[in-house]
Structure formats: C-alpha cells, structure tokens
C-alpha cells in the first residue's frame, strides 16, 4: 500500500519561499510518476507539477512556471517541491499524488495514491 505523507507547509509573506516534502513507503514499482496538486477554498483540486520516476521529465502548470521546481531522491523515498516568489493565490492545500501512468498525474486524472495534504498559506 502507498503512503504519501506531506510536510514543510506554513504561513508565509507574499514573495516568499518554502519547500514542501512528500515522504513516500510502499512503492513496489519503480515507475510511478509522481506529482502535486493544489486546492485552494471554494476551488476545484488543480495540477502543480509532476516528475517522472528518474527525474529526467518534469511538467508544470502554466500558473506556476518558473516559480516551482520539482524533484524527488528515489534513494531518500521522498520528492520535493520548491516554490519562489509565492504569490497569495498560491494560498492552498497543497498534495501530493503518484501514479503508474504519466498521462494520469499530468492531466490531473485523479492518480492512484495521495497524500493527507499541507497547508500554505500565503499573506499579501
């Protein structure tokens, strides 16, 4: 059984950084592609990033682009997300996700596993 347990999120001023972490156990393939989401209040979940198990493909939404960097340490079993410049609609609950099929995490289709999620909270 895969477990996703998220850490690092917070309250943070506008301009901002932080980096949240995705402690992972129970992986018994080595290729899951892995991701995070977001869900701020009163909006629907919404992708983030995703990286492929070797960390050679990594995808962004639009909204965050060059403002996030993704990453993951198969040896450490966790991956990572780093993000700069944090604006107050980043404010959200912040998860994350993995999945056998790339497609499935990058197009947000609901991936196999999740996290319980991390706040971030972003004030102006």
């Known amino acids: 059984q895969v477990q996703l347990v998220e850490s690092g999120g917070g309250l943070v001023q506008a301009g901002g950084s932080l980096r949240l972490s995705c402690a992972v156990s129970?992986?018994?393939?080595?290729?899951?592609?892995m991701g995070w989401f977001r869900q701020a209040p009163g909006k629907e979940r919404e992708f983030v990033a995703a990286?492929?198990?070797?960390?050679?493909?990594?995808y962004y939404a639009d909204s965050v682009k060059g403002r996030v960097t993704i990453s993951r340490d198969n040896a450490e079993n966790t991956m990572s997300l780093q993000i700069n410049n944090l604006k107050p609609e980043d404010t959200a609950v912040y998860y994350c996700?993995?999945?056998?099929?790339?497609?499935?995490?990058?197009?947000?289709?609901?991936?196999?596993?999740w996290g319980q999620g991390t706040q971030v909270t972003v004030s102006s």
């Open positions: 990286i492929s198990w070797s960390g050679a493909y990594t």
């Open positions: 996700a993995a999945d056998l099929v790339w497609r499935t995490v990058v197009a947000g289709s609901n991936p196999g596993s």
């Open positions: 129970g992986l018994t393939s080595s290729s899951y592609t």
